[in-house]
T-cell receptor, first 115, second 113 residues
Framework: DAGITQSPRHKVTETGTPVTLRCHQT?????MYWYRQDPGHGLRLIHYSYGVKDTDKGEVSDGYSVSRSKTEDFLLTLESATSSQTSVYFC??????????????FGPGTRLTVT | GENVEQHPSTLSVQEGDSAVIKCTYS??????FPWYKQELGKGPQLIIDIRSNVGEKKDQRIAVTLNKTAKHFSLHITETQPEDSAVYFCAASLRSNDYKLSFGAGTTVTVRA
């Protein structure tokens, strides 16, 4: 599992409430990512981080923010949850696989339902 | 940005037969192409990958081929077994682009006993 944990694993929340999902890695890898998975869309990148306090947007970043104050933790926040944000959220890390290559590994996911 | 298309969306094969999944990508600068297997309720698992300086790579019953000219790559599973039933995703990445992955929409593979 590449030492990635996500919390919570399941969450039900109401429209308009803020929600924070946590991703934790046991090693100090530089790159971390948040994806969402929806039927028919595969996985789409929301935000990613290339170091502590260094983050950038992905293709579906509207309505989401991220923070990375420690190497091992990457937080995803839904400022005001909407029903369209009902999804399964996956955290990933890029792990060196022989210079200059990396491989990307995924956490177990968080299923979020916005009612 | 990169656009990855994956076909077919569903694939049913008899146990012991081969399965082939095909993906095309749009950005000729992409240079890394991983394949993931996802079982129900779990995160995607990296099963094989190929880089743009290689045309084919094998690992036991799975193989991946890459045609850079045509911008497509394929996953081949031989001698399929029931445990191969899962959703498979292809992806493409630019190493120079912080290793971000663009995914295909996925293929649901069912192996019939």
């Amino acid at each position: 599992d590449a030492g990635i944990t996500q919390s919570p694993r399941h969450k039900v929340t109401e429209t308009g409430t803020p929600v924070t999902l946590r991703c934790h890695q046991t090693e100090n890898h530089r790159y971390m990512y948040w994806y969402r998975q929806d039927p028919g869309h595969g996985l789409r990148l929301i935000h990613y981080s290339y170091g502590v306090k260094d983050t950038d947007k992905g293709e579906v970043s509207d309505g989401y923010s991220v923070s990375r104050s420690k190497t091992e933790d990457f937080l995803l926040t839904l400022e005001s949850a909407t029903s369209s944000q009902t999804s399964v959220y996956f955290c990933a890390i890029s792990v060196p696989a022989g210079k200059p290559s990396y491989e990307q590994y995924f956490g177990p996911g968080t299923r979020l339902t916005v009612t | 940005g990169e656009n990855v298309e994956q076909h077919p969306s569903t694939l049913s094969v008899q146990e012991g037969d081969s399965a082939v999944i095909k993906c095309t990508y749009s950005d000729s600068a992409s240079n890394y192409f991983p394949w993931y297997k996802q079982e129900l309720g779990k995160g995607p698992q990296l099963i094989i990958d190929i880089r743009s300086n290689v045309g084919e790579k094998k690992d036991q019953r799975i193989a991946v081929t890459l045609n850079k000219t045509a911008k497509h790559f394929s996953l081949h599973i031989t001698e399929t077994q029931p445990e191969d039933s899962a959703v498979y995703f292809c992806a493409a990445s630019l190493r120079s682009n912080d290793y971000k992955l663009s995914f295909g929409a996925g293929t649901t593979v069912t192996v019939r006993a």
